[in-house]
């Protein structure tokens, strides 16, 4: 590549990059995931329409699972350990027996409404049966639905990619006479656990190598992050064990770690995963032919209907039965099993495993993830409403800021008053820290002051708040338990656990 073809190549990619910035801006506006918008520039610059040829699915395959591991990896990031722990348990079983379920009800489906072999069906039912978090929050985010529930998507979401993957590696390069459903089942349940004993192995050892490093910039540190989840990645996959599951859980164990530069880390994080999903997306578009889609609709409405109606309610009932979720989640959490990324990744595979049909197979699941996206995306608010699960008395959590004094074995918290936040108006001894933390400057607008027992604080106050590690965590608590309650927030209740909403919870 000489220097015009490089000049030309940084154009267009960043020329690309922002058009979909744009578009997501437009889908954001009309309530729809962002995926869309990126799938549409792809298919925008596709060969049927700007002449851009792009059908090499093994490269989409290899680039789109090493997306879908930065995306993992930040979304483990992302997620706080307390959110998740209490709906562990039926997570992983919505992940694993879930998707049996789903995969066997929309298969059979598959089977005998559309003209196709078991194979197929089979390949069809494993390939849609992963749910996209990231599809689900970029429509909910403006709705405050309960803490449990946002949790156990999120949760789910994560931990079902890796058993999916595994199930239609298998549909792709066997012949159904050649699967036995126990020693399937056996070596999925030995993928799964190994890989999540590497992704947690590779979370702490990044932990303990991150505390003991003093890097020369604070940027080294998201990115040293970063790369300690992705590294869990690639070794499940050289182990021949679940590297999705690794990402996911070494990122959960790498965010839930107390670690320096906390803020720093997610919005790295969160950068890289929009670059990946940006890429990913446009790079399915380009890959999909559109001449070739109009034969799939009816399929994929076929398909879609069953699992959005059948599949889905199916395996959230009969993974649920065992723990005590209200009907009104459950018929949420129904209709909320948004399809995006993976499924379209997934279907890469018996593309380049040469299965028969294979070529029907990815149009019709591309299809699908966008008709149904269309779908349920814009009714998600009004049946979160509609049910009763969204409420609007739960102001914004605090976001804490850990900046590390390593010589004076102190640290410093920065937290900003947010539009919303019960502290505003609260008076500096209401606060309450335990000792000897301190509130040891105030920046508001313009003005920056050392605070007395007189000061009172506004939305949009910064606080700088002194502290040691003993009782870092007690003081990051208090915080937010002010944040959210108010002065007399342990009168009522709140104890500031991240992300915790015990009132909300109440009501439900």
Known sequence: MNLGELYVTLAVGTGVVLASVGAARLATRLGMPVLLAYLGVGLLLGQDVAGFPFDDAALAQALGLAALAVILVEGGLTTR?????????????????????????????????????????????????????????????????????????????????????????TFSAATLDTVAPLPLIGAMAYQLVAGGAIGVVTGAAGVWLLRRLTLP?????????????????????????????????AGLVLGNSGLAHRRATHSVAEGLGWIAQIGLFVMLGLL????????????AIVVGTALLLLARPASVL??????????????????????????????????????????????????????????????????????RLASRDVGPDLQIELAPLDAMDADLIHVTVEAGSRLHGVYLPELRLPPPAATTLVVRGDDTFVPDHHTRLRVG???????????????????????????????????????????????Q
């Not at 196709?116 to 039912?125: K, P, Q």
């Not at 985010?141 to 595994?166: K, Q, W």
């Not at 990115?223 to 859980?249: E, H, K, N, W």
């Not at 129904?334 to 049909?357: K, N, Q």
């Open 318 to 387: 009969v993974s649920l039965a065992a723990f005590r979720i209200p009907l009104r989640e459950q018929a949420f959490l129904s209709w909320a099993g948004l399809r995006g990324a993976v499924p379209i990744v997934l279907a890469t595979i018996p593309v380049v495993a040469g299965a028969p049909g294979s070529e029907q197979v990815f149009n019709i699941v591309f299809v699908l993830v966008v008709v149904f996206t269309v779908i349920q995306a814009p009714t998600l608010p009004w049946l979160a409403r509609r049910l």
């Open 461 to 507: 106050d910064q606080l700088v708040v002194l502290t040691t590690p003993p009782v870092r965590d007690a003081t990051e608590r208090r915080l937010r338990a002010v944040a959210r309650a108010g002065r007399l927030a342990t009168w009522f209740g709140e104890t500031g656990q991240a992300h915790t909403a015990p009132s909300q919870d109440r009501r």
């Open 288 to 299: 999909a032919t559109p001449s070739e889609l109009p034969a799939a609709i009816v399929p």
């Open 217 to 249: 910039t604070s940027g080294l540190y998201p990115i040293a992050t970063v790369a300690c989840g992705v590294l869990a990645f690639a070794v499940a996959g050289l182990t021949q064990t679940s590297g999705f599951l690794a990402a996911y859980l």
């Open 81 to 169: 350990f307390s959110d998740v722990r209490g709906v562990l348990a039926p997570a992983s079983v919505l992940a694993t027996v879930g998707v049996f379920v789903s995969v066997a009800v929309t298969a059979g489906a598959a089977y005998l409404l559309l003209d196709v072999d078991w194979r197929m069906a089979l390949l069809l039912g494993a390939i849609v049966s992963s749910t996209d978090a990231a599809a689900v929050f970029s429509v909910l985010r403006s709705v405050p639905l309960p803490r449990r529930l946002t949790s156990l998507v999120e949760a789910e979401s994560g931990l079902n990619d890796a058993p999916t993957l595994i199930l239609v590696l």
